[in-house]
């Protein structure tokens, strides 16, 4: 029974998040670093350079690393209080089993292992393979997520293996396949600054991809006009050249609408139309009743501004989309980044200088993570776990029969369905917390005390690991070394910084000792990441994303290499689709027509206000790191709901008055934020908070039918003013879940 | 002096994304470690997301070191004020409350006015301050004039008007090519209209 072995503000006070507020030596000048490492941060996709310095195995601080091209020196709050997560007194050294009554209680690694193999193997033989499932994540290394599934399908055998970049990137990289055959974004960030139009959909770049903040800026003292669509006026949006303040869900509505005025007006490519793509004629009937009316009404903004769009996007010699979680996170998020990219394809504007687009990949390794096999119908280098020449490849490359490789297994929110319904009956998982990032957190929470069995690897004791059976202690990104990706497809170096704490272990030897107690121990022989990049250069062989002519020594040379890298020769492709070549087989764009639809919950008379979530520059995710560090949870230490000062008054709320905003699946308490920045109809929680404060207590379990993302981006709420909280959730401090 | 290769001080406003990069940084910088000396100011955030950095703005001829009853302000000579001198400063608050960019700030627990001395330790060794290195938007850039005429549309400007007396600055403020200088009269503050960047009004059009 996986359920909280003591109260939550008995594990809060053992375990925490507490704050860490002094670096490690203190807030002296005169510490000299042992070593000064060049590496990455280990938060969001942008992967920005970073260097640590190192003291007697101790991070003690860091300096801009000025010479990394993506971000030359550059850095958000997070990437500079990162170093706080280092020697922090919530750090777990040991692996931990849970004791009912007691909490949790160190013990040795064979006793851990050991009870993780056994519970492995008894739930297996009880109830079949699949009633196992893994969770991975796009916080991994390239080299731990390959490793986490041929974890799951040579070690474990199960087909229940997924990870959360479901609930981030797989809306983007499904409408990419689709259109172009390649899940990546299409250009380096480099072209942002050449685009004469940009047009930012569904992304907050200021808090959540805050470096390339410059890249939008540089094009506009170029001489570019940028558009950004978004429910709120996030810090971009108010010095855009046209802000659309687009109805969340109601993006079709304006892409459509655009490419409608576009065709009337003659501004799309009609020959590279005709030479490269295939499925036009079908979107040109599709949009023909998207008139600039008809679109304003399904995107709830002003008809004129559909046409601006269209006036700004339509003409330019040279243009750049990007696009995020705003468009993704629907229950229809695929379609909306297909009508998105369909502006792109329509102008024949890619595949050259200053022509293209991207997705901005929200997590560290949002990219490499989706590619490696980690997902629950895919095998390493992108490749399909349902063809059987890359059943045939991969198997041969593990050394292991190609029946034995499970087929196709359930998605993230699927696998928590599963759990549920009582079909699947343990767990193990890393890089994730679930009870903070899925959506309808009680039903999640339901799922998880359902287990039999549950063990999580983890550097904190997250919300999530709170239920754990076992939790093994396992690294931080700056105790291990490995290759990420980043936002552009630039595979890049994390160098190892300093050794795990106490006896806490490297993510991959946990994994590789698991499955030697399984009786794999000849197929996870790695003696160092480097050996299981090696290995997954060649499983990446021939696939999509071929990683082959990467090494760690070319990255450290290059300073990153972008993939498809097929040979050791091989300069690497920053940018994808030059000379007009597309990754289908008939080597063209395939238009995909889009109608919009209805979001799985839309508001009415008893929920009628839309909730949004989404995130503030301070925190990262879940806040598992974030919230213990004190500089990033002084910067914003609580959820705010931002609401408009009209709808505020009709509610009868004023500035900081506490308030409830409840769905049919559950409710948070906390102040409100009376701000004009956000459209009237629509309130905004941040969701790195747990608990009480969790903005997923909220958001409906609906995911998009191809991408199976969750529809984060929409549901219907009510709001309420109410008194101050005081219970014993209430009174914990605010990073772990309390309101003040 | 070899002008091309000097490096400057630029802000501009209209970049920022008050991401707070730059008040996380400054702290981590040697010679004030653990204490910020960069403000960051939320403009009226009901009204907009409007943000604006603040450091030292290092004037020609100081205003805090004017009005400084201890002789405690000084300048190196290479134009960069610096914070008060430990033995000489009484903690009068004189400079806090005389500087017309409000940057000095009165620190209890040492008795001493501390201010930006513009990463003074980093920049006598050729690295860029802190604040202006980490800036992920570019509204805080240490670089040279050269290279932002020729990577920005405004221009960048000096001197500023406070009522009737003009102050040049060694810090530059990028701002449209139409302005000469800054003209802050007493009946502007607190007239900002800020109604453009109210969603709902933009929800009615045109």
């Keep these: 029974m996986a359920k909280t072995p ?31 490492v060049k590496t990455h941060c280990c938060f969001c996709g942008q992967q920005c350079g970073i260097q640590l310095k190192v003291k007697d195995n101790r991070v003690i601080g860091f300096e801009p690393w000025e ?42 690694w064979n006793e851990a292992l050991d009870k993780v193999a056994s519970e492995i193997r008894r739930i297996q033989q009880t109830y079949g393979p699949d009633a196992f499932a893994l969770l991975g994540g796009a916080s991994l290394t390239n080299e731990k997520a390959y490793l986490m599934g041929k974890f799951a399908r040579v070690a474990v055998r199960t087909a229940n293996i997924d990870y959360n970049g479901r609930l981030c990137m797989v809306s983007a990289g499904a409408a990419s396949k689709k259109v172009f055959g390649i899940d990546r974004s299409a250009n380096p960030w480099s072209d942002i600054p050449l685009a004469k139009a940009i047009l930012v959909a569904g992304a907050n770049v200021a808090e959540c991809a805050p470096i390339t903040t410059n890249y939008l800026w540089q094009a506009r003292e170029n001489g570019g006009k940028l558009i950004v669509m978004d429910p709120r006026m996030t810090p971009i ?110 102008t024949g504007r890619i595949g050259r200088e200053g022509c293209g687009y991207a997705m901005i990949t929200g997590q560290g390794n949002g990219q490499g993570g989706r590619e490696q096999g980690q997902k629950c119908d895919q095998l390493p280098g992108a490749r399909d776990i349902e063809n059987p020449e890359h059943r045939k490849y991969i198997a041969g490359v593990w050394g292991v029969a190609e029946e034995t490789i499970p087929h196709k297994g359930l998605s993230m929110v699927p696998i928590m369905e599963a759990i549920h319904a009582g079909k699947i009956k343990g767990l193990l998982a890393i890089s994730s917390n679930p009870m903070v990032s899925l959506p309808n957190s009680a039903f999640m929470r339901e799922a998880y005390e359902k287990l039999e069995f549950f063990a999580q690897i983890d550097f904190f004791l997250s919300e999530t690991a709170r239920y754990a059976d076992v939790v093994l202690a396992g690294s931080l990104m700056e105790e291990d070394e490995g290759t990420t990706t980043n936002v552009e497809g630039r595979v890049i170096h994390h160098q190892k910084a300093v050794d795990p704490p106490g006896h806490a272990r490297a993510d991959w030897r946990i994994l590789c000792d698991i499955a030697a107690r399984l009786g794999q121990a000849d197929k996870f022989k790695f003696e160092s990441p480097k050996a299981i990049f090696d290995e997954l250069r060649v499983a990446s062989k021939g696939g999509v994303s071929d990683y082959f002519g990467i ?66 520059v301070s925190h990262y995710l879940s806040g598992t790191q974030t919230r213990r560090i004190g500089a990033l949870v002084d910067q914003y230490p609580q959820p705010l709901c931002e609401m408009h000062p009209l709808l505020a008054a009709k509610l009868g709320i004023a500035e900081g008055d506490f308030v409830q905003v409840e769905s049919r699946r559950g409710s948070v308490t906390v102040r409100a934020n009376v701000v004009k920045t956000i459209r009237p109809d629509t309130v905004f929680v941040p969701y790195h908070w747990p608990l009480d404060r969790a903005a997923n207590n909220m958001t409906v379990r609906a995911i998009d039918p191809v991408s199976n993302i969750p529809e984060y981006k929409i549901c219907a709420v009510r709001v309420t003013r109410v008194p101050a909280p005081h219970d014993a959730i209430a009174e914990l401090e605010m990073q772990a879940g309390g309101v003040r | 002096m070899n002008g091309a290769e000097t490096m400057e001080f630029f802000i501009d406003h209209s970049r920022c994304i008050g991401c707070r990069a730059c008040v996380q940084a400054c702290e981590e910088c040697d010679t004030h470690r653990g204490v910020s000396m960069i403000h960051l100011e939320t403009i009226m955030r009901a009204d907009s997301v409007q943000t604006a950095p603040q450091v030292c703005m290092h004037c020609e001829d100081p205003i805090c070191a004017q009005v400084c009853p201890a002789d405690a302000i000084k300048k190196t000579p290479d134009g960069v004020v610096q914070s008060s001198l430990k033995p000489r400063c009484i903690g009068c608050s004189n400079c806090v409350l005389a500087c017309p960019f409000g940057v000095p700030k009165y620190k209890a627990e040492i008795n001493q006015m501390m201010k930006c001395d513009m990463c003074y330790d980093r920049t006598s060794i050729g690295k860029r301050p802190m604040c202006a290195t980490v800036c992920p938007s570019g509204a805080l850039a240490f670089t040279t004039r050269e290279n932002i005429e020729r990577t920005r549309q405004g221009v960048a400007i000096r001197e500023w008007q406070f009522g009737g007396e003009v102050v040049r600055t060694k810090v530059n403020v990028l701002v449209p090519r139409s302005v000469q200088k800054i003209d802050v009269s007493i009946e502007q503050i607190g007239t900002t209209t800020t109604d453009e960047y109210d969603v709902a009004k933009l929800l009615m059009g045109d």
Aim: hydrophobic share 35%.
């Design chain 1, 6 to 36: 003591v109260t939550i503000p008995e594990l809060v006070a053992q375990f925490g998040p507490t704050l860490n507020r002094i670096p490690a030596t203190g807030w002296n000048a005169d510490v000299e670093p042992d070593r000064i």
């Design chain 1, 67 to 108: 010479d990394f091209p993506f971000n030359q020196g550059r850095l958000c709050p997070k990437g500079v209080k990162r170093y706080m997560q280092d020697e922090h007194p919530d750090r777990l050294k040991a692996p931990l089993l849970r004791k009912d009554g007691t909490g949790f209680v160190p013990v040795s």
């Design chain 1, 237 to 346: 949006a108010r010095n855009a050249d046209l802000y659309i303040p687009v109805r969340s869900g109601g993006d079709i509505g304006v892409f459509n609408g655009m490419l409608h005025v576009m065709i009337e007006r003659g501004w799309i490519d009609r020959e590279f139309i005709a030479r490269h793509t295939t499925g036009w004629d079908a979107v040109e009937e599709t949009v023909r009743k998207y008139t600039p009316e008809y679109a304003a009404k399904i995107a709830g903004v002003p008809a004129s501004m559909i046409v601006k769009a269209a006036e700004i996007w339509g003409p330019a010699p040279t243009s750049f989309l990007l696009h995020a979680r705003g468009i993704e996170h629907h229950s229809k998020g695929v379609k909306n980044c297909m009508a998105a990219i369909n502006l792109v394809v329509a």
């Design chain 1, 551 to 616: 090494t760690w020594e070319r990255i450290d040379r290059e300073k990153g290499v972008f993939w498809p890298c097929p040979s050791a020769e091989h300069p690497g492709t920053p940018r994808l689709y030059e000379g007009n070549k597309f990754n289908h087989p008939d080597g063209k764009a395939h238009f995909q027509p889009v109608e919009w639809q209805p979001a799985a919950e839309e508001t009415d008379s008893e929920y009628p206000i839309i909730l949004t979530t989404g995130r503030v």
